[in-house]
């Protein structure tokens, strides 16, 4: 047979593979909308578990390359995310959705973006440091020793990074998937929490 019959053959077979990830692709796109519409919570609170997870997996595998995989420190994040972020972040963006008006959209999403870093960023960091350490069975003093040698440097982490990305969030993303956009970036801001909440540990006094 020759080489061109072989790939005649061939070709047919390929598209319907494709054709068929395709469908596939699609169809799972088309239930996540389905679900995210009509469970907006459940589904945001997952996946942002999820993603928290995935942070933490990739600063203990990629950035720390442990040889002792911690998962239950994996499990604290994902947990946080479930419990924590992901209805945290739901209900924020709710109340920033329903109260936050204007014709001018710049100036909305300009108010948007400053209520979220003036107010909920600020508090959400102290609140995750603190449930993280209860997480990690860490006593009060420690706890608070804690925060007092990580909480202004993430901050100011955060301020770099979070405007601008909320700025493009509020401006253009739908509401049920601004949570989803916020994680996808967080997968990094994740990765980062996961390895600064545990790199100085052990200098903490105790």
Same mark, same amino acid.
């Given at each position: 047979?020759?080489?061109?019959?072989? %790939?005649?053959? $061939?070709?047919?077979?390929?598209t319907?593979?494709?054709?068929?990830?395709?469908?596939?692709?699609?169809?799972i796109?088309?239930?996540?909308?389905?679900a995210?519409?009509?469970?907006?919570?459940?589904?945001?609170s997952?996946?942002?578990?999820?993603?928290?997870?995935?942070?933490? #997996?990739?600063?203990? #595998?990629?950035?720390?390359?442990?040889?002792n995989?911690?998962?239950?420190?994996?499990?604290? $994040?994902?947990?946080?995310?479930?419990?924590?972020?992901?209805?945290?972040?739901?209900?924020?963006?709710?109340?920033?959705?329903?109260?936050?008006?204007?014709r001018?959209?710049?100036?909305?999403t300009?108010?948007?973006?400053?209520?979220? +870093?003036?107010?909920?960023?600020?508090? $959400?960091m102290l609140?995750?440091?603190?449930v993280?350490?209860?997480?990690?069975?860490?006593a009060?003093?420690?706890?608070?020793?804690?925060?007092?040698?990580?909480? #202004?440097? %993430?901050?100011?982490?955060?301020?770099? %990074?979070?405007?601008?990305? +909320?700025?493009?969030?509020?401006? %253009?993303?739908?509401l049920?998937?601004?949570?989803?956009?916020?994680?996808?970036?967080?997968?990094f801001?994740?990765?980062?929490?996961?390895?600064k909440?545990?790199?100085?540990?052990?200098?903490?006094p105790?």
């Open positions: 047979m020759s080489l061109i019959a072989r %790939i005649s053959r $061939f070709v047919p077979k390929s319907i593979f494709l054709q068929a990830g395709k469908n596939n692709v699609r169809q796109s088309t239930g996540y909308r389905k995210l519409t009509r469970y907006p919570l459940l589904m945001q997952l996946q942002t578990g999820i993603l928290m997870a995935s942070g933490d #997996v990739i600063a203990q #595998v990629v950035v720390e390359k442990t040889d995989y911690n998962y239950l420190r994996t499990a604290q $994040f994902s947990a946080i995310g479930l419990f924590m972020a992901g209805p945290g972040l739901r209900f924020w963006y709710g109340i920033l959705d329903k109260h936050i008006h204007g001018n959209v710049k100036i909305k300009l108010k948007k973006v400053a209520l979220d +870093q003036l107010i909920f960023a600020p508090t $959400f609140a995750f440091l603190g993280l350490g209860v997480m990690k069975g860490q009060l003093p420690e706890i608070e020793d804690k925060i007092r040698a990580d909480y #202004v440097d %993430i901050l100011k982490t955060n301020y770099c %990074i979070w405007p601008w990305v +909320q700025l493009a969030n509020f401006s %253009i993303i739908p049920n998937y601004q949570v989803l956009v916020v994680q996808f970036v967080a997968i801001w994740n990765t980062y929490l996961s390895w909440t545990n790199k100085s540990r052990e200098n903490v105790t």
